[in-house]
């Protein structure tokens, strides 16, 4: 039986927000590193509850709750898809020219990033804790 999810999913989505955590250190803009961390909670979370093992009566709860959890991967895929134009920001580069694109680049991720990062914490923020009342409604 089909549950609209599979275990694949669950690793497309921990991939991706591996992703997103390795560009985002390498960037070494320090104001993002706590959304590091946030990720770095996401995808604990969506392990434990890719994991769970629903008790007898319990099946359709913990299925809704797994589909429920796999949620955050549009909006993740979405704000990947922007850090990854700042990867360059994480490699050593030499030269003029080299010094020249990272300062514009960490202009561009000043000017237009810090709003997609909070952006991205506050659906993160709703995600973890919609998943929180779902969970404690199961008693886990």
Request: proline letters at 2%; hydrophobic letters at 45%; glycine letters at 8%.
């Amino acid at each position: 039986m089909s549950f609209g999810f599979s275990a694949g999913d669950f690793l497309a989505t921990a991939r991706l927000i591996s992703d997103i955590v390795d560009a985002l250190q390498s960037s070494s803009v320090s104001t993002f590193r706590e959304l590091t961390q946030e990720l770095h909670s996401v995808q604990r979370a969506l392990y434990e509850i890719e994991h769970l093992q629903p008790a007898p009566g319990q099946e359709v709860s913990i299925n809704a709750i797994k589909v429920a959890a796999l949620l955050c991967k549009h909006p993740l895929d979405e704000f990947g898809v922007k850090v990854k134009k700042f990867e360059a920001l994480g490699q050593a580069g030499s030269g003029k020219k080299a010094g020249v694109e990272r300062r514009k680049l960490k202009l561009q991720w000043g000017l237009t990033m810090e709003e997609e990062v909070q952006r991205i914490r506050i659906v993160l923020g709703a995600h973890m804790a919609s998943l929180n009342v779902r969970l404690g409604t199961q008693g886990l």
